[in-house]
């Protein structure tokens, strides 16, 4: 044939996505998060031919099911899951509760799941009191949402305490959650504060008062309401204007800032920012005068570890579970491994409170020191003025420190428990120990202790403890109607906005929108077009090619100029192409 391809499209049939499962089912055991694309590489390695993307996600699906059995079995075999875990791990707890008042063919049906480590238990003990939380939905053949409190060590690393498997973010869920968490990982004995988004559903499970328990510090995500200002306003400025007046320590500054924010934005902002005013202690730092918030500002905790999540969202709930386990046994193998080399080393603090002392302690030698009053410590410390990076003036200020309250009115080391250069200061005019006033929560020592327990493994199936509890069937409520794989690409957000994305989820300021058309004039594809096409136009012009275009011997559409003329609306001829001889 003179018309034949130089390229043949080929179907290796004997390749089916059951042998990939198959041989690919050790891997995925040990990285369940896989990318499709990666299992496309493999593939191609083993075989040497390299498959579609359609193949290799039916593989991982039927690799799944090879490891955890089916979707509908998952439910079910989440007890015996939960129960080898606990007797391997004494002190874990679980729950796991059906469906109230619905039955389906005499069984009961699942609803919700909750499960903590005691390792992440007593991690906690040697933490700020301040964790995060959040919720994000699954991807699997059954509907849901995976929720989750994460705290934060001595050197700002994820510490993941809790997790949950529930019907939707509510205030019945997020309450039932939010108890467990209290009862279970934060005690009775503990004052911790939280930080969330503004969902109703942990608006009002916040405020549950819990006999024996001491309440919750509720605070607001800064970002979250960043984004909400932005949605009213549209304004970017107000954007990065509103966080700056969240951070501002000095009640006299956050007035300022707080008016100018007022100035620059529209009425309905303004309407907004009012009914802030009402809560000024949940969002601001001037007016939050215990220092709850430590150096956290944003909720940035939990969404940082559901990015770590995101690949296992689709998977059967009993390997999400499993998941987590091994996640933690990784990070507090690693983690403890780190934190001893620095322990060894003599140091005192990890990298992250180092690097925050050694700036506050070069910024203290250009301070000048006054004492008031010897026997409190009472000292003025006066801060040069200058010019900032950006062209800002900012005058010489001054400054009181009392070094026997651990107290300084530039308000940080109320708010983020942590010497400040002004405290450094008159801590050395009255040679005076200021590594004695950082709390224990920012010490090697506790970071050891944060990551010193150890998981036990809980074996193979096979050889885990009977168990005869009650078990629970799917959902098919909850079931997806549309078949294959879940929608991935994230929902827009005001955000995207923010850091110059557009609808299309990237800056595209010169290139048109590719599923624009080209102009026609009189029936005919202008010459004038932009050339470059969009993958629908190469898609069709590609089916049309293998029918009624006219070809000139052997040749194969390449990128060129094309164009195109409509003959009696069904006929079309391609020229200007790439020959070949």
């Not at 875990?85 to 509760?97: L, Q, R, S, T, V």
């Not at 203290?364 to 410390?381: N, P, W």
Request: aromatic residues 12%.
């Amino acid at each position: 044939h003179t018309c034949a391809e130089e390229e043949l499209e080929q179907r290796h049939r004997q390749l089916t996505s059951t042998l990939i499962a198959a041989r690919l089912c050790s891997i995925l055991k040990e990285q369940p998060n896989m990318k499709v694309n990666s299992i496309i590489e493999i593939t191609e390695k083993l075989f040497h031919y390299k498959i579609k993307y359609g193949k290799a996600w039916r593989a991982k699906q039927r690799a799944w099911k090879m490891i955890y059995g089916d979707w509908e079995e998952a439910y079910e075999k989440l007890p015996a899951l939960f129960n080898a875990m606990k007797a391997a791990n004494p002190g874990m707890h679980y729950e796991y509760i059906p469906k109230p008042d619905e039955w389906r063919n005499g069984r009961q049906i699942f609803f919700r799941a909750f499960w903590c480590f005691p390792q992440s238990v007593e991690a906690f003990r040697h933490c700020r009191p301040v964790f995060s939380i959040d919720g994000t939905f699954l991807l699997g053949k059954y509907m849901g949402t995976l929720l989750i409190a994460i705290a934060c060590d001595a050197n700002n690393t994820l510490v993941p305490l809790a997790f949950a498997l529930v019907e939707r973010e509510n205030k019945d869920s997020w309450g039932w959650f939010l108890r467990l968490v209290r009862r279970h990982v934060v005690g009775p004995s503990r004052e911790v504060c939280v930080i969330s988004d503004r969902h109703q559903g942990i608006l009002s499970a916040v405020e549950e008062q819990i006999p024996g328990y001491p309440p919750l510090h509720h605070r607001w995500c800064t970002r979250h309401l960043a984004e909400n200002l932005f949605k009213k306003d549209g304004d970017k400025d107000n954007f990065a204007l509103f966080e700056l007046v969240a951070r501002q320590l000095e009640v006299q500054l956050f007035e300022e800032k707080f008016e100018q924010l007022k100035t620059a934005t529209n009425e309905q902002g303004r309407s907004w920012l009012r009914g802030l005013l009402r809560h000024r202690e949940k969002w601001t730092r001037a007016y939050d005068e215990a220092g709850w918030r430590y150096s956290f500002q944003t909720s940035n905790m939990a969404e940082s570890f559901n990015s770590v999540l995101k690949g296992i969202r689709g998977m059967p709930v009993n390997a999400i579970v499993e998941f987590t386990f091994t996640k933690l046994v990784a990070m507090f193998n690693s983690k403890h491994e780190d934190a001893v080399k620095l322990q060894n080393n003599g140091d005192l603090l990890p990298s992250k409170p180092a690097e925050h002392l050694n700036d506050a302690k070069g910024w203290a030698r250009t301070h000048e020191v006054r004492l008031f009053d010897l026997s409190t410590g009472k000292y003025e410390v006066t801060e040069r003025g200058g010019t900032t990076s950006d062209g800002e003036v900012r005058p010489p200020r001054k400054y009181v420190v009392l070094l026997s309250n651990f107290s300084c009115t530039c308000g940080r080391p109320r708010q983020y428990h942590f010497p400040c250069s002004h405290y450094i200061a008159a801590a050395r005019h009255r040679i005076f120990s200021y590594i004695r006033s950082i709390p224990p929560e920012f010490t090697l020592d506790k970071l050891v202790q944060t990551w010193s327990p150890r998981f036990e493994p809980f074996l193979d199936e096979g050889q885990w403890p009977p168990y005869t509890g009650p078990v629970y069937i799917a959902d098919r409520a909850c079931r997806w109607d549309k078949r294959g794989s879940r929608k991935r690409s994230r929902h827009g957000m005001a955000m995207d906005q923010i850091s110059g994305r557009t609808k299309r989820g990237r800056e595209r300021p010169f290139v048109e929108e590719p599923d624009r058309a080209c102009p026609v004039v009189h029936g005919k594809l202008s010459t004038t077009a932009p050339r470059r096409l969009s993958c629908l136009n190469w898609t069709m012009l590609l089916r049309l090619s293998r029918h009624s275009l006219v070809r000139r011997g052997s040749a194969v559409l390449r990128h060129g100029t094309l164009q195109a003329w409509m003959l009696l609306g069904c006929t079309y001829k391609i020229c200007g192409l790439s020959e070949c001889a």
